[in-house]
């Protein structure tokens, strides 16, 4: 496999509103701890839209989304071997089937609290897979593109046992909702609800499921998914919360942990606290445009619960999951779409359509069996 000369080609977006079009950007140059890699499987999430259409902010355009990366590792550079950051890197070789997340680098200075504990996705110096800088100020360039490149510390070797296509949400979605299981404790004697049952809702269920916790509650605004959270994904019982007047009450107080995933401010948070029970916790992962609605103080006072939040995972914790991931058949429910049809996905994951997450495919030659 030939590495591609300095520049990429991707589909890049130059606006808020214009389509993405595909054509060459350049990468931040290779260096000796990076690794290269040509991508067959991108996932869509959430994230990419509200980046697109700068709505945290200004988005800093030109810009190739995409932090649900699989692919084949093209170029190793001669560092990675010895990568002093992280000894499970040092694995890394070309020829590799491998995949990268929403996180592509974070300072890994010994006096920064979040990285010298291992925690690198709360590092204040934080690098996104895309729409990010480097600390050298070089422009990070995400996966609705042929090839990526970037730091191995962040890059991770993919258990045989996930196909491509479904382990590349695993990688942003998966994650997200795995870190805050383990860290609030869900296991057996505890009950979760997942709010939102979308890419990391429908994954939500399903690891609250492998972690062996004794009950999983799937919330969601309609009961179109019911069927397929009770049957397909293991939920143990389904709230709908537009179509039942009394759900907060008659659920009040039954559960230990709640993973939200709602992606809009429009959601009745002070009717989902009520579901908590005493000391309860509130996860939330879904990442809203606007603020949160205001809950009153007693909310919180009465039964002592928890508000917190949660961001992707560290690179340890990506490991685990991909190994919970493998040994417990945990797959996200995945739709292929030909990247070359990145436009229309966007659209129709924005109108809500995917059943559970859509995956750009590249057109690729060798290693079919294992794609
Ligand atoms: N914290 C992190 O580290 C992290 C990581 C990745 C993504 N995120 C964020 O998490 C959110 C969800 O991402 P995703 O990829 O899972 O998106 P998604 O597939 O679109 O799922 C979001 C779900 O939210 C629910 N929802 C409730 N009200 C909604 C509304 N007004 N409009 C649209 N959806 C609504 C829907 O579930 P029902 O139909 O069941 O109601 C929907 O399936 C995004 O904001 C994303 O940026 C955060
Ligand atoms: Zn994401
Ligand atoms: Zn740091």
Redesign the pocket.
């Known amino acids: 496999m030939s590495a591609p000369s300095t520049n990429f080609e991707g589909w890049v977006a130059h606006s808020a509103t214009d389509p993405l079009k595909f054509t060459t950007f350049a990468p931040k140059p290779f260096t000796d701890t990076d690794v290269e890699i040509k991508i067959t499987h991108c996932g869509?999430?959430?994230?990419d839209?509200?980046t697109l259409r700068s709505g945290w902010g200004p988005t800093d355009y030109p810009c190739v989304v995409g932090h649900e990366i699989i692919g084949i590792a093209t170029r190793v550079g001669s560092g990675v071997s010895t990568l002093a950051s992280s000894p499970a890197s040092r694995v890394i070789r070309v020829g590799d089937r491998v995949g990268v997340g929403?996180q592509s680098m974070s300072c890994l200075k010994p006096n920064c609290e979040a990285c010298s504990t291992k925690r690198e996705?709360y590092c204040p110096r934080i690098t996104g897979t895309y729409a990010s800088r480097y600390a050298d100020g070089n422009k990070s360039y995400g996966g609705y593109a042929t090839y990526w490149r970037g730091p191995a510390h962040f890059v991770f070797k993919i258990p045989d046992a996930l196909p491509s296509a479904e382990a590349a949400p695993l990688l942003?979605?998966g994650i997200?909702v795995f870190s805050p299981l383990v860290q609030y404790g869900v296991g057996p004697g505890k009950s979760v609800g997942i709010?939102?049952?979308?890419?990391?809702?429908h994954l939500g269920i399903q690891f609250a499921k492998a972690l062996n916790c004794d009950r999983v509650v799937?919330?969601?605004?309609?009961s179109?998914?019911r069927d397929d959270a009770i049957k397909g994904l293991g939920a143990d019982a389904f709230i709908a919360?537009d179509e039942d007047k009394t759900w907060s009450k008659k659920n009040s107080g039954s559960l230990d942990v709640i993973l939200c995933?709602?992606?809009?401010p429009?959601?009745p948070l002070a009717q989902y606290l009520r579901l908590l029970k005493l000391n309860g916790t509130f996860v939330?992962?879904?990442?809203?445009e606007d603020p949160l609605p205001p809950i009153r103080a007693g909310a919180l006072i009465m039964k002592g619960v928890k508000i917190t939040?949660?961001?992707?995972?560290s690179p340890d914790e990506i490991r685990q999951m991909l190994e919970l991931a493998a040994e417990k058949k945990v797959l996200p429910w995945i739709q292929k779409r030909p990247m070359k049809e990145v436009n229309q996905a966007l659209v129709d994951?924005h109108e809500?359509k995917?059943r559970?997450?859509y995956v750009l495919t590249n057109d690729v030659d060798g290693n079919k069996a294992r794609l």
């Open positions: 869509i999430c959430g994230s839209i509200h929403p996705n942003c979605a997200t709010i939102g049952i979308g890419g990391l809702g799937a919330i969601s605004r309609t179109s998914k919360t995933t709602v992606s809009s429009k959601m939330q992962l879904g990442a809203p939040g949660s961001n992707i995972g994951m809500g995917a559970y997450r």
